[in-house]
């Protein structure tokens, strides 16, 4: 599980099936913006270097993590997109809260991929501070972002060989 032993940007490039022809959704929350930014802007990066085109990536914001599913359901039902990467970013607190978040949108996003059948990748990150946040926003543990979009792209892959 620890991200220190395994670098969200590092992976075979090989691995990796091409985004030519799908249309992906990324919902992003607002909450800890500069973070979630930075994950929304490795997971375009990640898909354009993978043949996604541009005008077939749709961006849509929700105020917060807990929002990430319903925010995801109707960019699914709206745009008819493939996969859906889910971005967030929950730091934990004083009181109980982040774990009622957490385990909301977890739990919400595990349904949507089981109700749609197609991908809905869980982007967020879960950290007990802000440094830890940054770490895997682009600093040395690399980007969750580019990890989520690699997720899309392979779990769509699976579905064709599986065709
Ligand atoms: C309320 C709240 C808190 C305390 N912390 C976070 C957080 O760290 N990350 C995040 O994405 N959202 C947080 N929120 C907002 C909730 O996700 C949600 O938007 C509100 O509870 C309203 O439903």
């Not at 004083?94 to 869980?122: M, R």
Request: proline residues 2%; charged residues 20%.
């Amino acid at each position: 599980m620890a991200t220190a032993l395994q670098n969200l940007s590092e992976y075979d490039m090989a691995s990796v099936p091409s985004g030519a022809g799908k249309r992906i959704g990324i919902v992003v929350a607002e909450w800890n913006k500069a973070i979630t930014h930075a994950l929304c802007t490795g997971a375009i990066e990640t898909l354009l270097k993978h043949h996604v085109a541009e005008d077939q990536i749709f961006v849509q914001h929700v105020p917060g993590t807990f929002e990430l599913a319903l925010g995801a359901q109707w960019l699914e039902e709206r745009m008819h997109v493939d996969a859906v990467i889910c971005i967030g970013c929950v730091i934990q607190g004083d009181t109980p809260h982040f774990d009622f978040i957490c385990a909301g949108a977890t739990d919400a996003i595990v349904q949507l991929n089981l109700k749609f059948s197609k991908p809905f990748v869980f982007g967020v990150l879960t950290t007990l501070n802000l440094e830890q946040a940054q770490d895997r926003a682009g600093g040395k543990h690399g980007n969750k972002g580019d990890e989520a979009a690699v997720t899309a792209l392979k779990m769509l892959g699976l579905r064709e060989r599986l065709r």
